[in-house]
Structures are given as C-alpha cells and as structure tokens.
C-alpha cells in the first residue's frame, strides 16, 4: 500500500534537503527546513508541505500511486542581505536541483518538477517561492 510510504518520502526529503541547504543560507548557515508553520520563523527558511496521494491502481500485483509535495522558501528582504526575489529563485533552485531526478525511495520513480511560482506574500514583504514535485511509489 502507497499510503504506508508517505512518511518515508518526507522523512527522505527532509533529509536530502537538509543536506543540500546546509550552507545555502545568507552567510553560509544553513536554511532551516520545517513540516510545519513556524512561530517567529527566521528571515529565510523552507517549509515541505502538501503531501498527498492520488488514486492507486495495480500494475500486475503491484499497487502504485502518485505521490505529490511541495517545497515552500519565504525570504524576508527587508531584513539583512540580499533584496528582491533574488534569494527565493536561488534557494528554489537548489531545492530543484537536488530533488528533480532522484529516486527518493526504492521501486519507486524518480521526483519531478510539476511546477512552481515567486510571488509576494500578502504582507507585502515576505516573497514566497514554491516548487511542487510528483513521484509514483
């Protein structure tokens, strides 16, 4: 069953982006990575969310779904470091480069890029960037 697998796939992701973000922060730090929505979070972070599964089906005695997540990165500009959107592309574009390809589980597909947006928050100075991805398990 697929649904079973869900937690392994955040737990991989988690990992292999905390991996990849290790220095990816404003000064080298690392870019904290959460499951959740912060309290007080720092000026850059990134937020995994939006697990789902979509419909099984079999494919001989194998059931197989598609798994879907998405990669949040808020940037605070306004604060210290760089300004605009600058940081959100560059950190959702290391998030896309460890993540795009690679087979997060064994059996299971490769990660692909589904889409992905830069926008303003609503309070007018966070920039909120996003990359969804899929994979079938």
Do not use: C, N
Not at 42 to 65: K, Q
Not at 86 to 95: D, F, Q
């Amino acid at each position: 069953m697929t649904l079973a697998r869900a937690q392994d796939l955040q737990a991989a992701v988690y990992s292999r982006l905390a991996t990849a973000l290790a220095t990816a922060g404003v000064g080298g730090v690392a870019v904290p990575i959460f499951d959740h929505i912060a309290q007080d979070p720092p000026r850059l972070h990134v937020r995994l969310d939006g697990f789902s599964v979509d419909p099984m089906e079999l494919r001989g005695a194998t059931r197989i779904a598609t798994h879907s997540f998405t990669a949040h990165v808020f940037d605070r500009p306004g604060e210290a470091g760089p300004r605009g959107q600058s940081e959100s592309k560059r950190l959702l574009g290391l998030i896309e480069a460890a993540l795009q390809d690679w087979r997060p589980l064994s059996g299971g597909g490769p990660l692909t890029l589904f889409g992905a947006f830069v926008e303003p928050d609503p309070d007018g100075v966070t920039i909120h960037a996003a990359a969804t991805f899929t994979v079938t398990l």
